[in-house]
């Protein structure tokens, strides 16, 4: 349905520019204006020709057309929200449902069972250890 709307909306809109551009200007009537024109019925413009109905019509085709693919557009989710949807699912079904653990040999391996054999206390001291070294030499004053 966008696709019918939007093919209506850029055939009248270039339907619209030609008739525009197919006008006569306002010049081309003065002669008549003054005294040269038995048309006195509609006033002194005379009425409306076809390239002014044409004209009208095609404006209103126009605006008729931009209004409802504006509300069609509103109606339907954003590109950008399908996206970012999409998104989520991929982390989701990349994500793995137990926490990845070093491979078998490596020093990571060997830090994690260190870890779970030790109880939680001295894990507790010894990351405190660590860290205090690189505090107390931070903590000299500069010369």
């Not at 204006?33 to 002014?52: I, K, R």
């Not at 690189?134 to 500069?142: D, F, M, S």
Request: charged letters at 20%.
């Amino acid at each position: 349905m966008v696709t019918v709307l939007s093919i209506v909306h850029i055939l009248s809109a270039i339907f619209m520019i030609f008739v525009v551009l197919l006008q006569a200007g306002k010049g081309a009537g003065m002669g008549a204006a003054f005294g040269g024109s038995s048309q006195t019925m509609f006033g002194g413009g005379g009425g409306m020709s076809l390239m002014g109905k044409l004209t009208a019509t095609a404006a209103a085709v126009f605006m008729l057309s931009s209004m409802t693919l504006s509300y069609v557009s509103s109606q339907t989710d954003s590109i950008v929200d399908e996206l970012q949807e999409e998104a989520v699912q991929a982390v989701e079904e990349a994500a793995p449902t137990e926490e990845a653990k070093p491979a078998e040999g490596t020093a990571a391996s060997e830090e994690v069972k260190a870890e779970e054999k030790a109880p939680a206390g001295e894990a507790k001291a010894e990351e405190a250890e660590a860290v205090e070294p690189e505090k107390k030499t931070e903590e000299k004053p500069a010369e």
